[in-house]
């Protein structure tokens, strides 16, 4: 495991680059193929609303997959990530159009720990709404 | 009506392997919009210290989720499953999955609450290799909607 960030280079507070990561219905149809979740509130319209949805929603757990990439994509090596989790809050609607939804992530460092891991806490935001709670990442820096 | 208490600390039978293919992999980082090499050339895994490509973090709750569906739809904890949403998720990880891994899954009931009449389960799914090593723990929060009154 080889992270490209030093454990010595970072503080709490540190930030980590924010990214955006859009959605459609295309996305969670593809999503659905490879990750063998067909639950339909994520891509029938009817469905989801007869079960009380306002529209099609993203899967959580690729809201979950995109939000870690900030933390991945800062670290430089996947494999280093040792703990990730979070709590699915707020549902992402993903209406059928072209623009579909904008996740929005941000994360900062929130504590320094032994063995030079950190602890990432990261906010995922879709229209204007928190839609993961406790998101916390601790990855192993060089 | 609350799920039996008994039912924590119950452990499951382990699943069949299942074998992590490098296209698998390549097809859920696609997915995801990871354009990460580790994910799809070797060489740059080797590079970062992989013996080869690596899964995205989240790619091992597919087969998680797949064995916890052993707890979700055993007849006798009775969870009503067209209730269910997923509370929380998270992972620990020993070290990264990889192509090449035959992976077993083995789940464990952690707990069961009753809160406001949702049915919460916790479900622990301890992911081994061939060679018997713990790969990966995922915790899985399953929450069970109360009923409506009829």
Known sequence: ????????????????????????????????????????????????????LPDVI?????????????????????????????????????????????IEVSGKVAAKLDDNLV??????MCDGKKVLGMSRAVVRLA | MALDQSFVGRTYPPTPAYEVGREKIREFAEA????????????AARALGHADVIAPPTFVFSITYRAAGQVVQDPQLGLDYSRVVHGDQKFSYVRPVRAGDRLTVTS????????????????????????????????????????EEA
């Open chain 1, 1 to 52: 495991m080889t992270a490209k960030v030093s454990y010595g280079s970072v503080e709490v507070g540190t930030e980590l680059p924010a990214q955006s990561f859009p959605v459609t219905r295309a996305t969670l149809v593809q999503y659905a193929g490879a990750s063998g979740d067909f639950n339909p509130i994520h891509w029938n319209e009817k469905f989801a609303r007869e079960v009380g």
């Open chain 1, 58 to 102: 993203a899967h959580g757990m690729f809201t979950m997959a995109e939000a870690v990439r900030v933390v991945t994509d800062w670290a430089g090596d996947p494999g280093a990530v040792v703990d990730y989790g979070v709590r699915f809050t707020k549902p992402v609607v993903v209406p059928n159009d072209d623009k579909g939804a904008l």
């Open chain 1, 119 to 124: 602890r990432v806490d990261l906010v995922a």
């Open chain 2, 32 to 43: 995801v919009g990871d354009p990460h090499p580790a994910y799809v050339d070797a060489e």
């Open chain 2, 108 to 147: 464990t009931i952690e707990s069961i609450k009753s809160l406001a009449g949702n049915d919460i389960v916790d479900i622990r799914g301890d992911v081994h290799d061939e060679a018997g090593e713990l790969v990966v723990t995922a915790l899985t929060k399953l929450v069970a909607r109360a009923a």
